[in-house]
């Protein structure tokens, strides 16, 4: 079978006997670097010395077919450098392949950034939506970010020391100075730290400079309680200023989340 493992996220102390047992006795291990693979193995004090298979964003597609083969023989480990594979890791590609051959998966759970960040965020957890990396160009970023803005759902990013402050610059102008954040940096580690606070204000502690493994959590966007006459009031005055009666509809729709359809008609019986 192919069998997925999760790794410490930092602290060694959260690797489990399950994962400490598969390492002893696995003879394949496909892991996103064998390097780090290695020092893992060496740092558990594992003596078994399975063969290693480099599996990463760059060459998965080509590895897919060699390990599923080799999981129909016999059980496959696969590892990511930390938490889960296939959650902002390679092995997304290898699963759908597995299961498409008919290859049993399995996983032995562990530790993972993202519930432990949102257990340590201080905010929602009964629903929330996980968003990995944003787009490294600004452009690309911002848009992402404004497309997100009316989600209701606590939101999870992973980002870069070197890009947090203007993710969160970005993120305070896309969703509000106010709207909460916390930032959760080097989890489990020595020097683990959550800041918490108003969107502009976190991001303002950024900008000193930020080091380590980084999760950011974000509080959902608060219920719209818009009067539906002043809305289509605004309709109408937009329509005044020479903007189509469309157009005036849907973005008075986006600003406060009522039904587009319903403005461009409200509007157009009270012309």
Not at 136 to 165: C, D, M, N, Y
């Amino acid at each position: 079978m192919l069998v997925l493992a999760a790794t410490p996220i930092g602290n060694l102390g959260d690797a489990t006997r399950r994962l400490i047992e598969a390492l002893e006795s696995t003879r394949i291990l496909a892991a996103e670097d064998t390097r780090v693979a290695q020092r893992l193995l060496a740092a558990l004090h594992i003596e078994n010395r399975p063969r290693l298979i480099s599996l990463n964003d760059h060459n998965e597609r080509e590895r897919v077919a060699e390990l599923v083969a080799l999981a129909a023989d016999g059980d496959v480990l696969v590892v990511s450098d930390a938490g889960m594979p296939t959650v902002s890791d390679p092995g997304y590609r290898l699963v759908a392949g597995a299961i498409e051959a008919g290859v049993r998966v399995t996983a032995l759970p562990g530790a993972s950034a993202v519930p432990t960040a949102l257990a340590l965020s201080g905010l929602p957890t009964d629903r929330f939506a996980f968003e990995g990396f944003l787009p490294r160009k600004a452009g690309e970023r911002r848009a992402a970010l404004a497309a997100l803005a009316r989600e209701s759902r606590t939101l999870v990013f992973f980002e870069s020391p070197q890009r947090i402050a203007d993710f969160l610059g970005d993120l305070a102008a896309a969703f509000g100075a106010d709207r909460p954040v916390a930032v959760c940096r080097e989890l489990t580690k020595l020097h683990e730290e959550v800041v918490r606070g108003p969107a502009a204000e976190v991001a303002g502690w950024a900008r000193e400079g930020v080091r380590g493994e980084i999760v950011v959590v974000v509080g959902g966007a608060p219920a719209v309680t818009a009067d539906e006459g002043e809305a289509v009031e605004q309709v109408l005055s937009l329509v005044a200023a020479g903007a189509r009666l469309r157009e005036a509809s849907a973005e008075v729709a986006e600003a406060t989340g009522l039904s587009r359809r319903e403005l461009y008609e409200a509007a157009l019986r009270r012309r």
